[in-house]
Structure formats: structure tokens, C-alpha cells
């Protein structure tokens, strides 16, 4: 093969080199050498003699590919999977890895936007909306529900004086994920209630639990056989005696019943959310979409090789609360069977939480039960 920058190989056509090919791909020879090293983009041809790399022109496609999904900021790592997929395949792992970005830059543009207010507001407490004087407490309570198509429950609900809790378990180790996970976070809401916690001080409190509880996750999964594939969602209240804070990942859900209103006030962590936020979705037809179960972020064993499930810090925020709240969280046992509409009405109807968690686990009893629910209320009263 000569050194005139060209190979002849009858298999494939016309091979270039490096140099040529870095201009047909727009990118460096120092990125190709870069990405051949990863496995990214593997050199057509590679000179046994003088080890000069050299590409079929058909592969600039695949190496634009790369390129663009630098660009937008995917790992390496990530990348190595999606130029080995299918188009459509890769289309699904693009969408929910930018799907992914999106949420998180939400949660940080959320705590922001928090913290600018909490700031300018110079230590004025949201709380001083109600007597100064008044003591604030929950009354709650939680129940869950293997339903009538599984034989395991994997969800887990905790409803304590200072800690509200669900999860949904998912995997061989499903369920102990989800009880490790509210687990890990009763130190935590323990030290909460020793009195007002500053806005700053909860927050970093709130963000160590976050750790805390994927680190007992993953300790909890990593006997198992199959540790990357297990996992499960978190959402959480710790009650400070003033507010609320809370601890979400995945799908389950917390509302807010206020003014007669219910207010879904977390954002899933689904394919299908994603997919409605970016327009090519409505929610009628997310009800129903093959992919509805598919979560981008999770509290997991392991770093997974899959597009769904991505293990992460989960979000934490405030939550301003006001005597006469009335809050929910639960898996999607409940909230992906029943209609909204029937959730606000078996949460208003409830005169107390305990009545209000038989009303919400009947509902999708009555809708054949298909999976596990995790359910809890609790009021903000004034003692």
C-alpha cells in the first residue's frame, strides 16, 4: 500500500487517510485518534507496517454522528451505545438522554429562582402569611397495595411526625430499594424537628438525605445478581415544623390539595413526560404509550448500560406550606390508573388522612388493581 494517502481495498472501495478523512467528517485527526482509542469510530483500515490509520468514506456519517452528540454534551461513555443502535433505536436513547438534561436544568433553574427570592426577601419567612405565633403540625398516614395482578409488593410508604414517604421499587431487588431509600432518610427528618431549620441549612440537609438514600440503595441492591437492573423512584416530605421539605426522583408523585385545588407540584421523571413537555405527545396519549413505564432518572444499583433509569442525585426543593394543606404522594400504581379528577375527589371527600388513604388504594382496586400503590396524606394543621 502505497504512502501517497490512498489504500485500495476491493471489498469496500476507496479508503482515505486520516488527514482526508478529518476533512470529510469536519473533524480533527486528533479527535479521530481520540475516538478509534475509545472504540467510538474504528478506523477502516490500520497499516500493520507503519500503523497509519485509514477510513471509508461512508463512514463520515457515523463520525458526525459522534461529533454532533459532543456537541450536545453526551459522555463518551453514552455515546459508545448509541452509535452502535439502530436509527430508531438511537433516536429513543438521544431523546431521553436530552430529556434528562432538561429535567435537571429545570431542578437547578427551580432552586434559582428559590434562592433569588429567599435573597431578596432578606430573611422575611413565607410562614409569616399566618399568626407568628401559631405551631404547626401533620396529621398523616400511609398504606400500600400488592393489587390484584402481582404476587410481590415493591413499594414502600412511610408516614411519620416528621417524615412523609413514597417509593416504588423496581427489579429483582425492587423491594428493598424502595425501603432502603425512605430508610436512609429518617436521620434526616430526626434532626429536622429539633427546630426552624434556615432555608440554607434544610436545603443542604435535604441534598446529604439525596445522597444518603442512593447510597443505601445501592448497598441494598448490590447482592443480588443483577444489581444494575433494580432500583427504584423516591418522592419524600421532611416536615421541619414550619415547612416542608421534599426529596423527588422518577415517578411517583406529590400533590397539594389547596383551595379546593389539586396541584401536581413534581415533575416525572418518565419518557413520556418528556415527550409531552417537548410537544410530541399529549397527555391522552401518553395513558396509553408502549413506553409510559420507562423512567430517565432512578435511584439504581449501578451505572446501567440501558437509555432509562439513569442513576442520579434526586432533586430537592421548599415547599411553602399553609394550615389547611392537604398533601399526597404515591407510585404510579395510583396515579397512572385513576383519572386526576377521581384523585381530587377522593382527597377532598376524606375527612381525615386515614379515611383518605382507604378511598385513594380502593380506586385502582376498582380499576383491576395492575400493580403496586403506595399511598399517603397528610394535613398541615394548627395545634
Known sequence: ???????????????????????????????????????????????????????????????????????????????GRVVQLDPA??????????????AETAARR????????????????????????????????ALTDTGAVRTANQDTAFAGARLLAAADGFGEAGAEASAAAIEALKPTARGAGGGVLPAADLLNALEDAADAASRAVR??????????????????????GSRLGLVHIGDSRAYLLRGGELFRITHDDSLVQAMIDDGSLSPEEAASHPQRSLLLKALVGAAQSAPVAVACRPEVRL????????????????????????????????????????????LPRAAGGPDNVACVVADVVVR
Open 1 to 79: 500500500m502505497g504512502r501517497d494517502g490512498r489504500a485500495a481495498d476491493a471489498g469496500r472501495g476507496e479508503l482515505v487517510t486520516i488527514g482526508e478523512f478529518a476533512r470529510l467528517s469536519r473533524l480533527s485527526a486528533k479527535a479521530l485518534r481520540r475516538y478509534d482509542e475509545l472504540g467510538l469510530l474504528r478506523p477502516a483500515l490500520v497499516d500493520p507496517v507503519n500503523g497509519y490509520r485509514y477510513y471509508d468514506p461512508a463512514q463520515a456519517e457515523g463520525a458526525r454522528l459522534v461529533a454532533w452528540l459532543r456537541r450536545i454534551g453526551m459522555p463518551l461513555s453514552r455515546i
Open 89 to 102: 433505536a438511537a433516536a429513543v436513547e438521544i431523546r431521553a438522554y436530552w430529556a434528562r438534561v432538561e
Open 110 to 141: 427551580d432552586l434559582a429562582m428559590y434562592l433569588v427570592d429567599h435573597l431578596s426577601a432578606e430573611g422575611v419567612e413565607m410562614t409569616k402569611r399566618v399568626p407568628e405565633n401559631a405551631a404547626f403540625g401533620i396529621r398523616c398516614a
Open 219 to 240: 448497598d441494598a441492591v448490590s447482592p443480588y445478581n443483577a444489581p444494575d437492573g433494580s432500583g427504584t423512584t423516591l418522592t419524600a416530605m421532611v416536615w421541619t
Open 319 to 362: 415547599q411553602e406550606v399553609m394550615a389547611g394543606d392537604r398533601y399526597l404522594l404515591c407510585s404510579d400504581g395510583l396515579s397512572a390508573v385513576v383519572d386526576e379528577a377521581d384523585l381530587r375527589a377522593a382527597v377532598i371527600a376524606a375527612d381525615d388522612p386515614e379515611e383518605a388513604v382507604r378511598r385513594l388504594v380502593a
